[in-house]
T-cell receptor
């Protein structure tokens, strides 16, 4: 159980375009999902917390107008990178706590999306 | 802000040797979790430690949580090539933010 699916696995886009990444909880409902960004050989940096039915909570330094998060249902959160630039190239990973997950319980990660902006 | 530091950044061992990675938080944690990420993959949950001084074992892996709930370690006995990957600790904050703060990770390479 607790499978998180992320799509696409990789995407190449041109500078100035927007890219949407989907994160789905397949066998459980996730009221909260988390979006992380990871540069090569570095740690995971929390970008934002996605809350079903309400606005996302962004970490300090993350531009909310550039990284649009929508959590329209209990099983789907989307991250849209708007007007992408080469410096946005990175590995983006979503995660969620499993069914019945409580405060501080472990995360289940999607497979990640490798974004390359040319 | 809260920080979780991890050392070493990188370790290259001969198969059969032991390996340890250490994690230290700037603040007291509610719990600490460990994840493993294989090259090209996503982090996979290994274990969670909640109690002060807690020690847990998973086969050749031993996890410890410090008495002050600010540090932790992961020790692998007799490493195997399948242990290759990056090991991250992640501290759960004491507040109600639901946030996990990941350590910088330790990349383990094992020579066969």
């Amino acid at each position: 159980g607790a499978v998180v699916s992320q799509h696409p696995s990789w995407v190449i886009c041109k500078s100035g375009t927007s890219v949407k990444i989907e994160c789905r909880s397949l066998d459980f409902q996730a009221t909260t999902m988390f979006w992380y960004r990871q540069f090569p050989k570095q740690s995971l940096m929390l970008m934002a917390t996605s809350n079903e039915g309400s606005k996302a909570t962004y970490e300090q330094g993350v531009e909310k107008d550039k990284f649009l998060i929508n959590h329209a249902s209990l099983t789907l959160s989307t991250l849209t990178v708007t007007s992408a630039h080469p410096e946005d190239s990175s590995f983006y990973i979503c995660s969620a706590r499993g069914a019945g997950g409580t405060w501080g319980s472990p995360l289940h990660f999607g497979n990640g999306t490798r974004l390359t902006v040319t | 802000g809260q920080q979780v530091m991890q050392i070493p950044q990188y370790q290259h061992v001969q198969e059969g040797e032991d390996f340890t990675t250490y994690c230290n938080s700037s603040t007291t944690l509610s719990n600490i979790q460990w994840y493993k990420q294989r090259p090209g993959g996503h982090p996979v949950f290994l274990i969670q430690l909640v109690k002060s001084g807690e020690v847990k074992k998973q086969k050749r892996l031993t996890f410890q949580f410090g008495e002050a709930k600010k540090n932790s370690s992961l020790h692998i006995t007799a490493t195997q090539t399948t242990d290759v990957g990056t090991y991250f600790c992640a501290g759960a904050l004491m507040d109600s933010s639901y946030k996990l703060i990941f350590g910088s990770g330790t990349r383990l390479l094992v020579r066969p």
